[in-house]
């Protein structure tokens, strides 16, 4: 599990007075995005020399409680599942401990032009050190 | 079902060239909208008239094919269940017949105050009308 | 001048119960795409046909009053300006009549590999067909 | 001049492969936040404790250079200019020394009811602390 956190900005909430649905999604893909990294592994050299695109193919979201302008939040990202053509990652969103959300993203293995392949073990590797789940 | 058509903008797509995943969730917002209103319902008007808050409580997409710029979008909103006290859309996001991505909100009914109520009948007559699945 | 509908959706608008202001760069941006399209061309023809790029230099907006939620906008864009190799567009955003916000954006014609290039005359003529401050 | 750092994720790019322009509208509102709390004050409490509302009455950027994904960005931002019922913040985007973005905003003082008030000297004290310009 690699934690990430974000600040909330106007920009990010709703006339609800809440952060819009959606950001979630953004929030998610900044967790995984730093769950890489903290591998030593950058989703761009993932993209530009294992020629390897990730495009999420599911998406899902538990709202519990809301998140709020100027909350620092925090995002949980682990790897739950490791195929040889996908791999899922799970998020948790805190404020203070307290858990607003959770969800998942489910992602393909696909090369540029479009075709599914293997996960290189190179990645693979990077990607499952440390998690228990994968 | 209430059909809705939206066109996708330069700044919905990201760098691989297809609309980012988030902002699915968006379309589905713009769905429902026109859900209610083609029942004769604006959303506005079930905040400030009925005092019913609606947030979203689980959100879900399955992408199956990549929409691109200048797409001219159709989003297909069902009411796939009615509670007492939460109701459920289904979405179906199409591009010339093509099924692009699918999903379901979840939503709770709130007063302003944030607690859960029962739905007022005259909005759940409203938009159960026409959908047989409801 | 061409005109252009917009709805605002929740997603748009922002705890102060307004569209967030970054939100009037997108309108703007669906605003011009409308443009060429009411002219003939589309602006997808105009990156892969023309191998012409139209990557904004400078935006600028004057907020006067609030867009909300559901409102129902208008964007109307001109071409302002149009010279070897940039553009200016201009642009009212408009709610039942009353002007919300005025702005401009510029644009650099560059090819494909990031250099300047002068704007195509088939493009040019299309362009400034009917608009007079051009 | 206070210096706040952003990462670009995905979902702040557009298919030509850098960040959107509207997006830099959400880096400045990032970066007149940290300028606040770093003297101290949370914009939330300008909005809460202080009754001070501080809508954006123009906004302007000239872009540059391209922000790509995964940069890591500083925006720079300054009081430019305090008056008795308006300010203005200018901004610089830098990435790794090279500016890549600079533009300004200036907002109106309304109270909660939307009427025109003079800025709180408490308020007007703080931000002008270490401000040359403002």
Do not use: P
């Given at each position: 599990m690699v934690p990430t956190q974000l600040r909330v900005i106007?920009?990010?909430?709703d006339q609800m007075g809440i952060?819009?649905?959606?950001?979630y999604l953004r929030f998610f893909e900044a967790g995984r995005t730093e769950f890489l990294r903290a591998k030593g592994m950058r989703y761009r050299d993932v993209e530009e020399?294992?020629?390897l695109l990730l495009p999420v193919t599911e998406a899902h979201v538990d709202y519990r409680a809301s998140a709020r302008y100027d909350d620092l939040l925090t995002v949980e990202t682990s790897l739950a599942q490791l195929r040889r053509a996908s791999l899922r990652f799970e998020y948790r969103v805190l404020r203070d401990g307290e858990l607003l959300a959770t969800g998942h993203t489910v992602h393909a293995c696909l090369d540029p032009e479009g075709r599914f392949v293997r996960m290189p073990e190179e990645v693979a590797a990077v990607l499952r050190a440390g998690e228990p789940g994968a």
């Open positions: 106007y920009g990010d909430t952060v819009y649905y959606a950001n020399r294992h020629r």
